[in-house]
């Protein structure tokens, strides 16, 4: 084999290995809020027309799960449940920014919370279980769908210890859905030209939050490109 065959060939191994391991050090670790196995849902999807934002109350949560996660990945595990009810969803969006066919737009802006119990994490009292802000969503007002963008979020250090993870974890962007059932009321026709409504009974909700991976893998990744470059060029120099 040729010299630069044989360090090219290096190289591309190298580097394979560097992207490899960086890829399982940032594992795509989520952690999933969900209806679940909750026995009842509730909760309203609410806009007051003109430029005011959209406000969530009271949506029921009813199992967080880790997905990839150190510990405690794969099954669901209980919100809630004797020890103080079901989770509850609050949320407030940015301003209203747009309506068409039948799909209303809001802004970035307020916040996502996500307060109840997890008996299995040995939370046992209403504990503030993530807070994620800004946010912005789109409701489909004739699918009755609420597709929303979280924001930069914490979580409870007793619920990420539980699934292994640090207290400083930082989870990046994701989006959650919401389905509802019933337009209860409403000013104007907001099938058509936009106006107010109400909301009731989410009947399926599902907020997953992913961990931005560690400053760490992405600084090993880069050291091992640039590492591989110096060598590669002092080797081909010598030639």
């Not at 026995?39 to 430029?51: C, E, F, H, L, N």
């Not at 004797?82 to 949320?91: E, N, Q, R, T």
């Not at 009321?185 to 030209?193: E, F, L, T």
Request: net charge negative; charged share 15%; hydrophobic share 40%.
């Amino acid at each position: 084999m040729k010299p630069k065959t044989s360090i090219l060939l290096s190289l591309f191994l190298s580097v394979t290995l560097i992207i490899t391991f960086a890829g399982f050090a940032s594992a795509d670790i989520t952690i999933d809020f969900a209806t679940g196995f909750a026995d009842s849902q509730g909760g309203t999807i609410s806009y007051a027309g003109g430029v005011t934002p959209l406000i969530g109350e009271h949506i029921v949560i009813g199992l967080v799960r880790g997905i990839d996660t150190p510990s405690n990945a794969g099954p669901a595990h209980a919100v809630g449940g004797s020890l103080g009810g079901w989770a509850g969803l609050d949320f407030t969006t940015g301003n209203f920014i747009s309506f068409s066919g039948n799909l209303y737009t809001f802004g970035s802006g307020g916040a996502l919370t996500i307060t109840g119990t997890v008996p299995d994490a040995g939370i046992n009292t209403d504990t503030l279980l993530l807070n994620a802000s800004p946010i912005s969503a789109s409701f489909q007002v004739n699918t009755r769908e609420l597709t929303v963008v979280l924001g930069n979020d914490t979580k409870d250090p007793d619920l990420l210890d539980y699934f292994g993870l640090p207290a400083d974890t930082q989870f990046q962007i994701a989006l959650g859905t919401i389905h509802t059932e019933d337009i209860l009321a409403y000013n104007g026709d907001p099938y058509v030209s936009g106006g107010s409504f109400t909301s009731d009974d989410a009947l399926s909700t599902d907020i997953p939050n992913a961990a931005v991976p560690e400053p760490a893998t992405m600084l090993l990744l880069g050291s091992g490109l640039l590492g591989m470059g110096v060598y590669a060029r002092r080797r081909f120099s010598k030639k």
